[in-house]
């Protein structure tokens, strides 16, 4: 599960400025990850969250709703090799404020609690930059979108993105997918939401992709398209690449521009006392 944190402006504090006390964890525990598991857990139920297998930077990517690791500047080597597993309980109070809210206003209210565990427990000091740096801007091709806005009565958000994994079934029920084939279907998406699924795909690199299309509301689309690991898709790929495929099926492009994205400057850290 991710979160996204609003930008703002340069600061010393870990915490978005407010005059309202910054929300918390009643208690939380913090170990270090089993070194034999993979992958990684981001789990919330109701007051309880679960983040496990996660290092430091990762953390504060998460706490801090960035889109890419070029985003945090600094940090010692054991930031991106202990991992940790967190569990924590969100205070009753604060639980009740965060059902009241909803879309932007909860995941800005909880980042900051992740903002202010890692200020606690892990000595976080950090402060808001803007760099100027290489981006993708997610533009209109010049024969225009081929997205469809959702309907006014469509009732939720979803996208879903298989990505390199085999024999995934299309919706129509009559093909599958190949290993090295990946597959987006979104459902009342924004365009700002399609321009962070792009930055985390392999093909955009370290790249953010910022929506510059002046396209408001949502839409429904699917995408499918050959991965590319580096070396360009195969001749005999039954799909374009990413960059082809988003410009022939949704009319969009992917322009190589410079952009003003947020940074994390880390000024300290320490490693946590383990539970």
């Known amino acids: 599960m991710m979160f996204a944190a609003p930008a703002g402006a340069p600061q010393a504090s870990p915490a978005v400025a407010t005059a309202q006390a910054p929300p918390s964890f009643e208690v939380a525990t913090i170990k270090p990850s089993n070194p034999d598991k993979s992958g990684q857990d981001f789990d919330v139920s109701d007051e309880r969250v679960s983040l ?14 960035l889109k890419a690791d070029r985003q945090i500047e600094g940090g010692e080597k054991w930031m991106d090799a202990q991992r940790y597993d967190i569990a924590a309980k969100i205070d009753d109070a604060d639980y009740a404020r965060l059902r009241t809210l909803k879309g932007t206003e909860y995941s800005q209210e909880f980042n900051r609690m992740l903002q202010e565990l890692l200020a606690e427990r892990f000595q976080l000091q950090v402060k808001r930059k803007e760099r100027i740096m290489p981006v993708y801007a997610l533009t209109v091709s010049k024969s225009g979108a081929k997205l469809s806005p959702s309907s006014p009565e469509h009732n939720g958000h979803s996208m879903t993105i298989n990505n390199g994994q085999p024999d995934v079934a299309l919706s129509n029920g009559n093909m599958t997918l190949r290993n090295d084939t990946a597959q987006m279907i979104a459902a009342g998406v924004s365009m700002d939401s399609l321009a962070d699924a792009l930055t985390r795909q392999r093909e955009t690199g370290d790249r953010i992709v910022i929506n510059r299309t002046g396209m408001p509301g949502d839409y429904d689309f699917k995408m499918i398209w050959t991965t590319d690991r580096g070396e360009g898709a195969a001749a005999d790929s039954p799909y374009p690449g990413l960059f ?13 521009q410079k952009g003003s994205v947020e940074v994390i400057a880390i000024q300290s850290a320490m490693e946590p006392v383990i539970d």
């Open 244 to 256: 082809t495929a988003l410009q022939d099926q949704l009319g969009l492009k992917l322009e190589s």
């Open 52 to 65: 496990r297998n996660y290092t430091l930077r990762q953390l504060i990517r998460a706490a801090y709703g």
